[in-house]
């Protein structure tokens, strides 16, 4: 499965480009060429997205996965997959439930920024980690170790990160629930006042 | 084996946490979006 792999992922590539690339130019500019590509992020989205999902799955069947989750950079491009397919996943949620809203005001617009730069920088790692199991390796890898990121070492979390990434998901939670309950309450009494 | 049991268990944790931070991430500024709107 080794070679359709390698053609099916084109595809995911070019489209999370694009669409990394559109949400950032949209984040930045309200120009008309902006819009334009703005009206076609949903659609590279799920583009993507779709062809993303067959594209892991053809990759976890080129090798059996013991195979594949024998070496660090079977593990470490396991790993960066899976998180880009789940990243642009949410991005495409995100999109298509806040709407054109995801571009109202500066705050939105910096997350939206930071949210195409990091898919992006993802979708890159992923891609120079495939390229190395391919034996194409990048000198991208160069530039991830001088930030300590060693591509043929397993990358894992130490159990103490792993608690602060918990604390941090129930308080994404916390504040996404107070977000949601906030509307509802006042929804409760509208207009007291009138 | 360099990849032993612990380590192991370490990287799949790694990867759900990966996924769930972002996830989580994603889900909160929606409804931080939306309810700003509402």
């Known amino acids: 499965m080794g070679p359709y792999h390698a053609i099916m992922v084109h595809f995911p590539v070019a489209f999370w480009t694009v669409a990394a690339g559109a949400i950032i130019f949209r984040s930045l500019s309200d120009r008309p060429l902006a819009r334009a590509f703005d009206r076609v992020l949903i659609a590279c989205l799920v583009v993507g997205e779709s062809a993303g999902l067959v594209a892991y799955v053809l990759g976890q069947l080129v090798w059996p996965p013991d195979t594949l989750q024998a070496t660090p950079l079977g593990r470490n491009h396991m790993m960066s997959a899976t998180w880009s397919l789940f990243f642009f996943g949410s991005v495409l949620f995100l999109r298509w439930r806040a709407g054109e809203e995801v571009w109202d005001g500066p705050v939105n617009r910096v997350i939206m920024l930071l949210l195409g730069s990091l898919g992006a920088v993802l979708l890159a790692i992923t891609g120079t980690l495939g390229g190395h199991l391919h034996g194409a390796p990048a000198r991208l890898s160069d530039l991830l170790k001088m930030i300590g990121l060693n591509v043929y070492e397993t990358f894992y979390l130490p159990t103490w990160m792993l608690v602060v990434v918990a604390v941090v998901i129930m308080a994404l939670l916390a504040l996404g629930t107070a977000a949601t309950r906030r509307p509802a309450a006042s929804m409760q009494h509208p207009e007291g006042g009138t | ?38």
């Not at chain 2, 989580?24 to 700003?36: D, E, N, P, W, Y």
């Open chain 2, 1 to 38: 084996m360099e990849f032993a049991r612990d380590i192991r268990l370490q990287w799949w944790l790694t990867l759900v946490a990966g996924v769930l931070v972002i996830v989580t991430f994603v889900f909160t500024v929606s409804r931080l979006i939306r309810g700003r709107e509402d």
